[in-house]
């Protein structure tokens, strides 16, 4: 019976679509508003396989697309239009035809005009949220991350947001996830000198606005343990982008200034690991994070750390020696498959 429904009203909306990409078109924000709370609706009623067929009728018929150009600063359609995204962006039919490019472009939008304009810190929380879920749940179903959104555009609304200046941590870990996300899945080798300064002022903030939330609040135990997973994951994203380049011995004048501060960043990233990662990580309890996902992003950073020319190996080697990493990391590859 709720097959032959779900039938019924998968045929309804093949009719209702145009109506609905003519109202979302319309200009006339009543007509918008009823438009994607009947979208919704369609959604949040419909589960698995069958939300994934809305979903993927949605994206053929560019009613999503359509929806991220509405032009409105009416809270209940943002806000309503998140909540789709979030229920969408579970199916790999979101990420199909650049819709999810879209999406995360349209956040990005509103988000900047929120944050320059200093008001509705909340809604600016909501939609920071629907981008980094769009971003982290692209990973799981292995799309271009280019279809996803424009790197670059990330990195620089980050660089506006400034990160280690937000007095709110729930913002913070949302933006550093951003980051992370960047870092693990962005192609580097051909950035130009600009975007490469860009990306390193990010990380350099980022990098310091974890570690103070794990030196400096020490009141709650779940905020430092997020914050230095994130840390490990920043770490480790970093290092790597740190190393593409590295080994060239043919370097320009003008890359020089670049290649120069990448070092700076590398050193960043082992004091870091070296004064706040190791000391923490090894009487940690990573039962509140994913340990696998935690455990990856620490060894990749290690590994990282050991092929960078100015990296003092013995001094590294030693201090996670005495800090007791070498019993860890064996009982370490005991536990986890």
Excluded at 36 to 43: D, G, N, R, S
């Amino acid at each position: 019976m709720e097959s032959l429904f779900m039938e019924l009203w998968a045929d309804d909306l093949d009719n209702l679509l145009p109506q609905m990409k003519r109202k979302l078109m319309s200009g006339t924000e009543s007509a918008q508003l009823r438009t994607v709370e009947e979208i919704a609706t369609f959604l949040k009623r419909a589960e698995g396989a069958s939300r994934g067929s809305i979903v993927r009728k949605l994206v053929k018929f560019s009613v999503i697309s359509t929806l991220c150009d509405v032009q409105t600063a009416e809270e209940s359609f943002i806000r309503i239009t998140l909540e789709c995204f979030e229920l969408m962006s579970n199916h790999k039919e979101f990420y199909e035809d650049y819709t999810a490019l879209c999406a995360t472009e349209s956040m990005l939008r509103l988000s900047y005009c929120i944050n320059k304009s200093l008001t509705h810190s909340r809604l600016l929380e909501e939609l920071l949220q629907g981008v980094c879920n769009v971003l982290v749940r692209s990973s799981k179903f292995a799309v271009n991350f280019d279809a996803v959104c424009v790197p670059r555009r990330v990195v620089l609304f980050l660089k506006n947001l400034n990160i280690q200046e937000s007095s709110r941590n729930k913002l913070r870990f949302t933006a550093v996830t951003m980051l992370n996300v960047v870092l693990q899945r962005a192609v580097f080798e051909n950035e130009d000198d600009a975007d490469a300064k860009l990306i390193i002022d990010v990380c350099r903030d980022a990098l310091k606005s974890m570690a103070d939330i794990v030196k400096y609040d020490s009141d709650d135990g779940n905020t430092i343990l997020h914050a230095v997973a994130l840390l490990c994951g920043t770490c480790d994203g970093v290092s790597r982008f740190c190393n593409i380049g590295a080994d060239g011995d043919d370097q320009t004048d003008a890359k020089l200034e670049v290649c120069q501060t990448k070092v700076d960043l590398s050193d960043c990233v082992y004091g870091t690991v070296m004064n706040v990662i190791v000391p923490y990580v090894k009487e940690a309890d990573l039962s509140r994070v994913d340990p696998i996902e935690f455990h990856r992003s620490l060894v990749s950073c290690l590994n990282n750390l050991y092929r960078q020319r100015n990296c003092n190996h013995d001094d590294l080697s030693n201090h996670l020696a005495a800090n007791g990493y070498l019993k860890y990391f064996l009982c370490l590859t005991v536990r986890l498959p």
